[in-house]
């Protein structure tokens, strides 16, 4: 009997293929973008715990100074002749032609246990080669695959350290960062004799600092992590639309097939347990279609996201995915938990119909009008919501719940906004055809509502996330020409070159400006340090938001610093406002510049205050003013003089260039994620139009018995639905614009620390707009083309027995 | 005394080809200074460091006897292995530092271990005055020229659950192992650079077992250096120093080997003139095993230099004087009975 049961049950798809294929395609689908999102994260943050494990940062306490900044290290030896058991550490960054490395430098033989992943007594290094000149560096595969050929010390592999990073001894480290005796901090070991001196008696000047639960990395990467969640389970929202309107219309095609189940003997807790088998089923077999496509998209966007991880937080992720079995675990969970929560209420209701219901499957795509307002108001206290939110919530979480809440909120709404828009439609319009067209529309709009509304998700994702990347595109590019005034930049290796390099420099340009710089950590978080020179090509080119008005003066004179951006947000800064630097210094903040793309908080001051307040300051780099004609000639010449490397001399257009190529990265992954969004949207689409040509024959033969040719009935047809997605798209631009605003305005400065001025291209809503109706057309084609070939004897059959 | 270097793990790390009879200590001695017959030593720049020799130790033993009438034995120990046969500034010192203490009761045998590197500070031995550390563990000159800078020490050390600060004072000369300091420790004449210091009187206060107590005693130092102490076919090694009643000390050690082992000893009387002893004079047996830590190692032995008519057993004040360190062996304080009485200190690697 179950047997049989469970047969008549699947014995529907059998005869609904394309309907079984949009359901497993939907939910495969859905489970794909959501699955390859989680696993990008998955990826990515696993790199980052491997960057905070190093060195056991993330199980040990360590001492440091409060300011972040290195110390001697006597203070090391003090500790240690006081009976404190540490260990040193020295961090950095060092450029290695075009990579930058950071250079991790331990002592082995004081390392405590829990810090040591790599053990450098392991065969191929040992101690002796470890420590002795040239030293080794430790690195991953896919950074020894990148310093290939480079003038590193000799490279070991070990899969316990993160992209990026070279672990080495610290004296080693000391040599190449150019900072003999000193150390960035001291890790404890956990288990201390209670004999040692306290803290406060050996070195008053560092503090303990807990284990880093959360490392740098991740909290600036958060906020781009979550942007890809949101996307992820937007995408997922979409695909569990198409899902919920496949299921819906199936149970109600099978209802009759169900009564005869049940009036021939079959429990009802048999039944719904067959049903409940049967979801389980296909949406284990739809789950695990859609995680190994998830794996797919994952591992196509993977390199992108790597590249803008790298980019924009100078974060390592490694460009291969791994297989991870709780992200694909939990996709295929998502999958089967989603499908399930669309049908519980179907199921619900074939628990408690009487066993003789009749099936109403029209009358089920035909939802009242009333039930169309109670959602409108449901979506307009979403965006009550969705604005409380914007208004009073803080924090990138708050921004998100806004957009999310506003995103929804409109799709609730849009059903009888439409409903509203045809009725007037209908008012206006002449003749009965039109007339009935629109009434005919306006009819068949709650069956559709599911889809348009997945179909208003997407148009508005898409119309708001590209308004966004424009905006940020233009003011970026804006910036870049003003930022990047100079015509050359130059790395020297040495301090010794740096000076042969200027005096070479300063007889050949117009100008040499150096650009020296340091890093400062306040509040813990690292901050670079600018020396600039007083030239025109900042008083004329850098792009100041806010300044006082002779804050270039003050800058060269040493009175004044000019912060960032980001740092004026993260530490909330005024103009006037004392900025700590090295030691006791403080200076007044004088101006606030714009900084795109630099994840790290920024303060420029002149180049001898620089000098004068951080003597260990890097002055490597300069910018050379020269004609651009001649621009070229000069970099030629210098790179022959001093033996300089190409990415040693690199001119404003490379640098442009690049900076450009990062930028467009950044987002592609944005836009990858957008169009296979609109992808599941048209699907939805298509799916439901599918779904109600094979119950329109009721409306449609009067129609044609009237005098309607069946090719001209399909034309409307075709005409409807490219109608619905017009409408569509006209709300989703309202809806876009919104979101752009909160990416813009909420979630940029939440998650970047820049508030970018919203630009409008109302030339990309056409091309949205086309799409649109191009995909609403397409969706339409195959139903109107089965239309046309309707026997005359079908439609005549409507008016035989009413069904 | 005798080969007690262990130097295990730091001497593996720095080359794993080295991991030949204990400790790596049967390696070759490429590059590095040899012990040679003949040459004399001396005081004080013998009792520094000697860079350029593979490895050396300064090595403190004291059988101690509490204020509460029990038996104590504390342990001083600094190694130096070097990486190679130089010493350079600051990071790139080749020269590793490893400190080990202990303090053993009836009850426990407490241990800790030190490591460090060379040229930054956190390790080493300055003379004049003579000072040994490594972290805030030191053994410290209290001589007042002209007297050897060895002849009154102060030396403290910690651990997690133990510390102690002892004076002493020596009532006797610096004694010279093997030939005037040239110690050989083979058949195939596998040497070091050998003295000692038997006659040291103690005093101090130890802390163990959350108590403090006043001790008296007596101690015996040892600085031995080598490049290539054992040969490759030495496995371990059962080492005894013996205080006896009479004033008089022994040193005496079995290096163990697929066949008889070698043994080698010192005679030394009350005036601390040494009589060294032909190899093979001592004869080393064990009367008793126990399991200590997973190891199976004597903790009775019988002991007989026949040309002086000594024949003695040893019993341990705890049978588990392990050192839980990165090498870890045996090491402790023991009684002995028999025809010299007395206090010493047994050490066993290698098993």
């Known amino acids: ?803 | 005394m005798n080969v007690r270097a262990i130097f295990l793990m730091l001497l593996m790390m720095a080359a794993p080809a080295l991991a030949q009879g204990f400790a790596g200590l049967g390696g070759d001695a490429q590059g590095f200074a040899a012990p040679e017959r003949g040459v004399a030593l001396s005081f004080p720049q013998d009792h520094g460091a000697h860079p350029d020799y593979r490895i050396e130790w300064w090595y403190l033993t004291a059988n101690l006897k509490g204020a509460d009438g029990k038996d104590y034995g504390a342990q001083w120990t600094l190694f130096r292995s070097a990486l190679a046969p130089e010493e350079k500034p600051g990071w790139q010192s080749p020269q590793l530092w490893m400190g080990h203490a202990a303090i053993t009761t009836a009850e426990r045998h407490h241990s800790a271990e030190r490591v460090a590197r060379g040229g930054v500070g956190q390790a080493g031995v300055t003379l004049s005055p003579f000072s040994a550390t490594i972290d805030d563990w030191s053994m410290t000159s209290r001589a007042a020229p002209p007297a050897d800078e060895l002849s009154a020490l102060a030396i403290t050390a910690a651990g997690e659950d133990f510390s102690y600060a002892l004076t002493l004072d020596s009532h006797g000369p610096l004694v010279r192992q093997g030939e005037e300091g040239y110690s050989v420790k083979s058949a195939q004449g596998q040497a070091s650079y050998y003295y000692s210091q038997p006659f040291y009187a103690v005093t101090g206060t130890i802390a163990a077992g959350g108590r403090d107590i006043a001790v008296t005693g007596q101690a015996w130092f040892d600085h031995e250096w080598s490049s290539q102490p054992l040969a490759k076919d030495q496995t371990g090694w059962d080492w005894f120093s013996f205080h006896f009643a009479s004033g008089a000390k022994l040193m005496g050690f079995r290096l163990r080997d697929a066949g008889e082992g070698f043994t080698s000893a010192t005679w030394i009387n009350a005036g601390g003139t040494p009589e060294p002893q032909l190899p093979g004079a001592l004869k080393v047996s064990p009367l008793a095993w126990a399991e200590v830590k997973g190891h199976r190692v004597p903790v009775r032995w019988k002991v007989s230099l026949p040309a002086k008519g000594i024949e003695v057993t040893t019993a341990p004040v705890n049978e588990d004087a392990w050192m839980a360190t990165q090498v870890a062996y045996w090491e402790g304080p023991v009684r002995i009975e028999g025809t010299h009485p007395g206090v010493g200190y047994v050490e066993m690697t290698g098993y």
Request: proline letters at 6%.
């Open chain 1, 1 to 803: 009997m179950l047997a049989q049961g469970f047969a008549v049950l699947l014995s529907h798809w059998w005869r609904h293929k394309l309907q079984f294929a949009m359901l497993l395609s939907g939910l495969a689908l859905a489970t794909a973008l959501w699955s390859a999102v989680q696993a990008i994260n998955e990826e990515a943050r696993a790199s980052y715990a491997r960057a905070a494990a190093v060195v056991g940062q993330d199980r040990l306490e360590q001492l440091v100074r409060a300011d972040g900044a290195r110390f001697p290290q006597s203070g090391y030896i003090a500790l240690r002749k006081a009976g404190w058991l540490v260990s040193p550490v020295i961090e950095g960054e060092k450029r290695f032609g075009a990579e930058r490395l950071r250079i991790l430098g331990v002592d082995p033989v004081t390392l405590p246990s829990e810090a040591a992943q790599v053990n450098v007594g392991a065969a191929g290094i040992g101690l002796q080669r470890f420590i002795t000149p040239p030293g080794v560096f430790i690195v991953s595969p896919e950074t020894a695959k990148r310093l290939e050929g480079m003038d590193t010390p000799p490279l070991r592999i070990s899969d316990a350290l993160p992209p990026g990073t070279a672990l080495t001894d610290i004296g080693i480290a000391q040599t190449l960062l150019d900072a003999p005796g000193q150390v960035s901090r001291l890790l404890i070991v956990p288990r201390q004799p209670p004999h040692a001196r306290p803290l406060a008696a050996v070195a008053p000047d560092l503090v303990r600092r807990a284990p880093a639960v959360e490392s740098d990395l991740s909290r600036l990467t958060g906020s781009f992590h979550l942007n890809l969640t949101a996307f992820g389970f937007l995408a997922f929202a979409v695909g569990l639309f198409i899902v919920h309107s496949a299921i819906g219309l199936a149970f109600e095609q099978r209802l009759p097939a169900i009564r005869t189940l049940r009036a021939v003997g079959l429990p009802l807790n048999a039944l719904i347990a067959l049903m409940v088998a049967e979801l389980l089923v296909l949406s284990t077999a739809a789950g695990l279609a859609g995680v190994a496509l998830g794996y797919g998209v994952a591992s196509l966007l993977l390199p992108d996201v790597a590249a803008s991880l790298r980019g924009l937080y100078g974060a390592e992720v490694p460009g291969a995915l791994s297989i991870r079995p709780s992200v694909w675990g939990l996709g295929l969970a998502i999958a089967v938990a989603g499908t399930l929560a669309s049908a519980a209420s179907r199921l619900w209701r074939i628990a408690s119909m009487p066993l003789l219901a009749p099936a109403r499957p029209r009358a089920w795509s035909l939802a009242s009008e009333s039930a169309l307002r109670l959602q409108a108001v449901g979506g307009l206290l979403l965006l009550v919501v969705a604005w409380l939110a914007a208004q009073l919530g803080t924090g990138l979480v708050a921004g998100f719940a806004a957009l999310g809440a506003m995103l929804l909120g409109a799709a609730l709404i849009l059903p009888l906004t439409l409903s509203l828009l045809l009725d007037l439609g209908g008012r206006l319009s002449r003749g009965v055809v039109a007339q009935w067209f629109w009434a005919d529309t306006r009819q068949q709009l709650p069956g559709l509502s599911l889809a348009l509304m997945a179909l208003l998700l997407a148009l508005s994702a898409n119309a708001g996330v590209g308004t966004m990347v424009q905006s940020f595109r233009e003011t970026f590019v804006g910036w870049l020409d003003q930022r990047l005034a100079p015509e050359l930049y130059v790395t020297t290796r040495s301090l010794e070159e740096s000076q042969k390099v200027r005096d070479w420099l300063s007889r050949r340009s117009d100008a040499v400006l150096p650009i020296w710089n340091a890093e400062l950590r306040t509040s813990g978080q690292p901050v670079q340090v600018y020396g600039v020179a007083d030239h025109a090509t900042y008083r004329d080119h850098w792009p100041m938001l806010e300044s006082v008005p002779d804050a270039w003066n003050r800058v060269a004179k040493g009175e004044g610093v000019l912060a960032n951006e980001q740092l004026m947000r993260r530490q909330k800064l005024k103009l006037g406002d004392v900025i700590p630097l090295e030691g006791s210094a403080s200076l007044p903040l004088v101006g606030v510049f714009s900084d795109y793309g630099n994840p790290k908080g920024q303060v420029i001051l002149g180049v001898d205050a620089l000098v004068k307040l951080f003597p260990d300051a890097s002055r490597l780099r300069y910018a050379v003013r020269i004609a651009p004609d001649r621009a070229p000639q000069l970099a030629g010449d210098l790179r022959a003089a001093f033996g300089l490397a190409p990415e040693n001399v690199v001119n404003q257009a490379a640098v442009k260039a690049f900076s450009l190529k990062v930028f467009e990265r950044t987002f592609a992954v944005t836009a990858a994620l957008n169009v296979l969004t609109l992808g599941v949207a048209g699907l939805a689409i298509f799916a439901s139009l599918l779904t109600l040509s094979g119950m329109r024959l009721a409306q449609l033969a009067p129609v044609w018995a009237t005098g309607l040719t069946l090719r001209k009935l399909a034309l409307l047809e075709i005409l409807r639905s490219a109608a619905l997605a017009s409408f569509t798209m006209l709300a989703a631009v309202p809806v876009g614009l919104g979101l752009a605003w909160m990416l813009l305005a909420v979630i940029n400065v939440e998650a970047f620390g820049w508030l970018l001025p919203m630009h409008l291209f109302p030339l990309d809503w056409l091309r949205l707009f086309i799409l649109a109706v191009a995909s609403a057309v397409l969706a339409a084609l195959l139903p109107a083309l089965w239309l046309t070939h309707r026997s005359p004897a079908d439609l005549v059959k409507v008016f035989a027995n009413e069904r």
